[in-house]
């Protein structure tokens, strides 16, 4: 299947062109990026990397003679003895498959996956080094062709998507055409673009969505994405505190996985859309708003108080005007002002006119 550009002029991507000029300068003052593989302790958070373990941060005991840590440690022997062999034998396993081989020891997937995070951490190692895997909930269409580990030839279409690979670190011979990248809060929102073929008529690009909060293998396909290609990157989730969360954990990172922000966190990525200043230049109507609840408005609390926004002045000012107007607002909202509105009209015009921040 060639890929053959079937949308708009070349002019169109102008401003794009500009802008990815500018993500590689910063990327050539700043130097090479720190090579993944490892954990980086910082003592604060860098902009160029997101958030990071630090020095001084808390840590856990679990002993074998102690009777409330007795049991975590026999589990954690026993998972690292089938990291063990999965490693000694060159085979995978995901987090499920080690939940099933007992799981009554385990009692619920919880304890394995915080048990596989925790040694991930001790050892200082990402967690597929550990030979583990996680099972993608991620979807990808667009313009894109790579090779999976075991010689697969995977050709991604602008018409349907396709899963996420398992095994990002296996994918190889990655090809794209594509000016820009989506990464899409919803699925809903990302099946309606590929029914508007939004693909098609803005192409070459490539939509990503994680189905709200993403799995470790959508965020490691972003962060593979833009290691290899530096196409501009961009997202397009709700006009509410839970969608800036979601926009936050690919830029920026989690805590929870904080000891991996270098393989990752892409922190070049920019806020598209939904802006609450939208709402009003846009002129929604009200009743399609959602009023903010208590706990949006501590999640907001919580998100304003963090040490990246005060590299975002923009972003500030944004989820400013949300906590004024006390309002939120899905990417839906759009649909009443035309049923395509956003794939149409919304997204051409901000990605033609720079209308990213």
Same mark, same amino acid.
């Not at 856990?60 to 062999?85: E, G, H, Q, T």
């Not at 690009?205 to 196409?231: A, E, S």
């Not at 501009?232 to 830029?251: Q, R, S």
């Not at 609450?276 to 706990?295: A, F, G, M, V, Y």
């Given at each position: 299947?060639?890929?053959?550009?079937?949308?708009?002029?070349?002019?169109?991507?102008?401003?794009?062109?500009?802008?990815?000029?500018?993500?590689?300068?910063?990327?050539?003052?700043?130097?090479?990026?720190?090579?993944?593989?490892?954990?980086?302790?910082?003592?604060?958070?860098?902009?160029?990397?997101?958030?990071?373990?630090?020095?001084?941060?808390?840590?856990?005991?679990?002993?074998?003679?102690?009777?409330?840590?007795?049991?975590?440690?026999?589990?954690?022997?026993?998972?690292?003895?089938?990291?063990?062999?999965?490693?000694?034998?060159?085979?995978?396993?995901?987090?499920?498959?080690?939940?099933?081989?007992?799981?009554?020891?385990?009692?619920?997937?919880?304890?394995?996956?915080?048990?596989?995070?925790?040694?991930?951490?001790?050892?200082?190692?990402?967690?597929?080094?550990?030979?583990?895997?996680?099972?993608?909930?991620?979807?990808?269409?667009?313009?894109?062709?790579?090779?999976?580990?075991?010689?697969?030839?995977?050709?991604?279409?602008?018409?349907?998507?396709?899963?996420?690979?398992?095994?990002?670190?296996?994918?190889?011979?990655?090809?794209?055409?594509?000016?820009?990248?989506?990464?899409?809060?919803?699925?809903?929102?990302?099946?309606?673009?590929?029914?508007?073929?939004?693909?098609?008529?803005?192409?070459?690009?490539?939509?990503?969505?994680?189905?709200?909060?993403?799995?470790?293998?959508?965020?490691?396909?972003?962060?593979?994405?833009?290691?290899?290609?530096?196409?501009?990157?961009?997202?397009?989730?709700?006009?509410?505190?839970?969608?800036?969360?979601?926009?936050?954990?690919?830029?920026?990172?989690? $805590?929870? *996985?904080?000891?991996? &922000?270098?393989?990752?966190?892409?922190?070049? !990525?920019?806020? %598209?859309?939904? +802006?609450? /200043? #939208?709402?009003?230049?846009?002129?929604?109507?009200?009743?399609?708003?959602?009023?903010?609840?208590?706990?949006?408005?501590?999640?907001?609390?919580?998100?304003?108080?963090?040490?990246?926004?005060?590299?975002?002045?923009?972003?500030? $000012?944004? *989820?400013?005007?949300? &906590?004024?107007?006390?309002?939120?607002?899905? !990417?839906?909202? %759009?649909?009443? +002002?035309? /049923? #395509?509105?956003?794939?149409?009209?919304?997204?051409?015009?901000?990605?033609?006119?720079?209308?990213?921040?």
């Amino acid at each position: 299947m060639a890929f053959a550009p079937m949308g708009p002029e070349a002019s169109f991507f102008g401003v794009l062109e500009q802008h990815r000029a500018s993500l590689l300068a910063t990327l050539r003052r700043r130097g090479p990026e720190p090579a993944g593989g490892g954990t980086h302790v910082a003592s604060r958070f860098e902009d160029s990397v997101g958030l990071q373990m630090i020095s001084h941060c808390t840590t856990r005991k679990i002993k074998s003679d102690s009777p409330k840590s007795v049991k975590n440690f026999a589990l954690i022997l026993k998972i690292l003895s089938m990291i063990y062999k999965l490693v000694q034998s060159n085979t995978y396993a995901t987090k499920r498959d080690i939940y099933y081989t007992d799981s009554q020891l385990f009692g619920n997937q919880t304890v394995v996956d915080n048990i596989i995070n925790d040694i991930s951490c001790m050892l200082k190692v990402p967690r597929r080094c550990l030979h583990i895997l996680s099972t993608s909930k991620g979807l990808i269409a667009g313009n894109l062709k790579y090779i999976e580990e075991d010689g697969t030839k995977v050709t991604c279409s602008c018409a349907t998507a396709i899963a996420v690979p398992s095994n990002i670190q296996g994918i190889r011979n990655l090809i794209t055409d594509a000016k820009f990248l989506l990464i899409v809060e919803k699925d809903a929102t990302f099946q309606r673009l590929l029914d508007d073929n939004f693909c098609s008529k803005i192409s070459p690009c490539i939509m990503v969505t994680g189905k709200g909060v993403p799995d470790l293998n959508t965020r490691l396909l972003v962060k593979k994405l833009w290691d290899t290609f530096h196409t501009p990157i961009f997202t397009l989730v709700d006009a509410d505190p839970h969608g800036i969360e979601i926009m936050c954990i690919y830029k920026y990172g989690s $805590k929870s *996985m904080s000891f991996e &922000a270098h393989n990752l966190t892409v922190p070049a !990525i920019r806020w %598209l859309g939904l +802006l609450p /200043s #939208d709402i009003k230049r846009l002129n929604i109507p009200k009743d399609t708003l959602i009023p903010l609840t208590k706990q949006d408005q501590m999640k907001l609390d919580s998100i304003l108080k963090r040490p990246y926004i005060t590299c975002q002045p923009f972003w500030r $000012k944004e *989820m400013e005007i949300m &906590a004024d107007s006390k309002m939120k607002a899905e !990417i839906q909202a %759009l649909t009443f +002002l035309s /049923s #395509d509105y956003l794939s149409r009209v919304y997204l051409p015009n901000k990605l033609k006119f720079g209308g990213w921040i």
